[in-house]
């Protein structure tokens, strides 16, 4: 066995190539996040010339768009637009704003999720002129990105005969060259991958007996072997990128099955965090068409549940659940050893922007945190208006000199750049 490096940014880099043409060949140029976390699922914005501090109010509120309907779904933009998900009555919607903030066109994507915690989950994933959406019953469609029309679509849960999770299927889907991958979870399949042009099965990764996660897939290449990682109800499931064929399996169980975060690849490993079990540092090892994994390290100060970790110059940045009661733990890569454990402004979410951390709590306060290994520095902050309703759960977006934030039915858009820029 061997240990894989990656060079020159790694998976990163190549998960940048395969979703980031999104937005190189959107009808209109102009700001791009194109799906989930960005166009490399890091949650790293390249935005630059933004604030380095904000009134005490807080940044410019540009304007406020309605008529979302609930849910926890974030934004993505592409090709001039900004899209994102809600329930509005008995329907998931997907609905497409233009940059001004009105609504440029609506489609349903089946029923809406009414059990616990009701509201949308996944986040829009655009390709080109089209757009890919799962709802939390697992409904995966086809849109064209222009006018909402449906192209193809099906039901994942029914094709591979698996069943819900307890808060529905909550993954933003990834598009992969041709394909849109997803997870089913249950008796049959892991992962599948789906022609992205006609909805098509291509393959499917054998079943590890778990159920889908709610934590959304990433791509990474490691020793010249293309896998899919995410973590399924109970453990980090891989599978071959080309093939589907399965590469490991590490168990990895948390109380109620709450998988959530996404895994972060870097330099041949994968990170994974969790509501109290919490993160453990995995090495792949990988020989020819095989794979395995070791852990590094463990540490239960990070017991991430669904906020989101941020991968910064050697450092992990995010906030804990249970073990430190919601407060901003920083975790050195290497070793796990913890920095520091500060309250910041209270569990919730984050992005990063030009050399910031923005943070979101669950009860609206935003955060603009300077972040080092030696402190949570908050420079600013100030609250999401009241109105939306529902704990305030959807990621943070830094894009085209905006902050966007999501509460319920209801989305901001914030001026965050400097004068001049």
């Known amino acids: ?94 609905t497409a704003l233009s940059l001004d903030g009105t609504i440029a066109w609506q489609a349903s994507n089946g029923k809406a999720w009414t059990g616990s915690q009701p509201g949308s989950r996944g986040t829009p994933t655009l390709d080109g002129d089209r757009l890919y959406h799962e709802n939390p019953h697992g409904d995966v469609v086809c849109l064209d990105a222009r006018n909402g029309r449906r192209l193809w679509g099906l039901n994942v849960l029914e094709r591979f005969r698996s069943e819900n999770i307890t808060w529905a299927l909550a993954e933003s889907l990834l598009i992969d060259g041709d394909r849109v991958i997803c997870r089913p979870g249950g008796p049959e399949v892991s992962f599948v991958a789906l022609d992205k042009r006609t909805g098509d099965v291509v393959w499917t990764a054998p079943s590890t007996g778990d159920l889908a996660g709610y934590s959304s897939t990433v791509l990474a290449e490691c020793g010249g072997l293309r896998m899919l990682m995410a973590l399924g109800s109970k453990a980090l499931i891989a599978a071959n990128a080309d093939t589907g064929a399965l590469l490991f399996r590490f168990e990895h169980e948390s109380p109620f099955d709450e998988n959530i975060t996404m895994p972060i690849y870097h330099d041949g490993r994968v990170f994974i965090s969790t509501r109290t079990t919490g993160s453990v540092m995995l090495r792949i090892d990988v020989e020819g068409s095989r794979a395995s994994v070791e852990p590094v390290w463990r540490s239960r100060d990070l017991d991430n549940q669904h906020g989101g970790v941020i991968l910064r110059d050697g450092y992990l940045y995010g906030s804990s659940h249970v073990n430190n009661s919601g407060k901003w733990i920083c975790l050195d890569w290497q070793t796990g050893r913890t920095a520091h454990i500060e309250p910041g402004v209270g569990k919730g979410s984050l992005t990063f922007a030009d050399g910031r951390l923005y943070t979101l709590s669950e009860r609206g306060t935003v955060g603009l945190v300077r972040p080092t290994p030696e402190g949570h520095e908050i420079l600013s902050r100030f609250d999401v208006p009241k109105g939306g309703r529902g704990p305030v759960w959807a990621h943070p977006v830094v894009c085209g000199g905006r902050l966007y934030l999501r509460h319920g039915d209801l989305l901001y858009a914030y001026d965050v750049r400097r004068r001049g820029f």
Not at 41 to 53: A, P, V
């Open 1 to 94: 066995m061997r240990a894989c490096r990656s060079t020159g940014g790694g998976a990163l880099l190549l998960v940048f190539c395969l979703v980031g043409v999104a937005c190189a060949t959107a009808a209109e140029p102009g700001p791009c996040w194109p799906q989930f976390h960005g166009p490399k699922r890091d949650n790293i914005s390249t935005e630059t010339g933004l604030l380095d501090q904000w009134p005490d109010e807080g940044p410019p509120l540009i304007w406020t768009a309605s008529g979302l309907g609930h849910g926890f779904s974030t934004v993505s933009i592409a090709g001039g637009r900004i899209y994102t998900a809600g329930d509005v009555e008995h329907d998931t919607v997907v």
